[in-house]
Each structure stands twice: as C-alpha cells, then as structure tokens.
C-alpha cells in the first residue's frame, strides 16, 4: 500500500518539474488515484487484514489518499493556469517566480515519496525550504507584470499548501501486523 501511494506522490512530483501542459495527464491522475484507491479495499477487505487490527492504517491510506485527490485537482488548475502564463510574454515574470517554488516542491515530494517507501517512521515534512520561496514569490508578485497573473501564483500557493498539509505515516511496528 506504501508503495502504490508512493508512486502517486512520485507522480504528482513528477507533473510539476517542469511544469508542462499534456492533453491526458488529468485523466491518467483520475486512473492512477483509482486504481490505488481499489488496492486499499481490497487489502483492507483481506482476512488477515481485517483480524489484525489495522484500522489506523486503514484510516492513514485513506487520508492520504483523500489529500492526493485534492492534490490532482489543485495541480491540474496549476497547470492550466501556467500553460496560459507561459504562452504570455506579459506573464514570463510569474512564471519566472513559480518555477523556483514548483522546482523546490517536487524536490521535497519526491524526498517524501522515497520515504514512504523506505523508511515510514521518518517521513520528512514538506516544507524545508518552501517558507522562504514563498516568501521571495509574494514580495516578487508585487511588481505590477507579476500581478497580472496573481492566478497563477496563487494556485502554486495552494498547491504548497496542500502538499504541507501532508500527515506522517503510522507507527508500522503498532500497526502493520500482516506486512502490506
């Protein structure tokens, strides 16, 4: 289960650096989300799942899952917003301070993905250097150009957000009696 939902974070991470417009990526995200969303019932509708006592893990994909799906969302009004900035020679200055913060965050969610695969009882936050991009991104979104294009600064804010917002994963040794 760690790995299915490792390989969407990978994804999502994946989508943001660089930032590129593809036709069928929204769809693929849905399919991806599913296909990770049947594993999780399947597993937990398991026999020596269920007799385990492995509810909070249970609850802990779940909210992940739940998080990545609001994930996929914020990212594809991310991307459309971007294609339409980066197509504007008035907008490169947004774009110009998104990509430090999209380049930084993929960094951190790939770093979360590999240790939720790894290592789940050290799951690094996602955020070590995201405060002060966003930081330099608001004082830089002050220049009138910038301005222009505040949608576009504003849903890369909610994407980190988002992606903050991220919980830890469960105390594998209490809960992961069955070894999913």
């Not at 739940?66 to 200055?93: C, Q, S």
């Not at 110009?96 to 009882?121: H, I």
């Amino acid at each position: 289960m760690r790995h299915s939902l490792a390989s969407l974070f990978e994804y999502m991470a994946e989508r943001m650096h660089p930032v590129v417009w593809k036709t069928n990526t929204h769809a693929e995200g849905w399919l991806k989300l599913d296909a990770t969303q049947k594993l999780l019932a399947q597993v937990a509708l398991e026999p020596n799942w269920r007799s385990n006592d492995n509810e909070e893990l249970t609850l802990a994909c779940q909210l992940l899952l739940g998080k990545l799906r609001e994930i996929h969302v914020a990212l594809y009004r991310l991307e459309t917003e971007y294609a339409r900035a980066i197509g504007d020679p008035k907008l490169r200055h947004a774009v110009m301070l998104a990509n430090p913060v999209l380049q930084t965050l993929s960094a951190e969610v790939k770093r979360y993905a590999q240790a939720l695969q790894s290592e789940p009882g050290n799951i690094p936050a996602i955020d070590s250097q995201l405060s002060q991009l966003m930081i330099d991104m608001q004082q830089g979104s002050m220049d009138t150009e910038a301005f222009r294009n505040r949608a576009l600064l504003l849903r890369t804010g909610e994407l980190v957000a988002l992606f903050r917002s991220v919980p830890g994963w469960p105390d594998d040794n209490k809960s992961n009696v069955s070894g999913v």
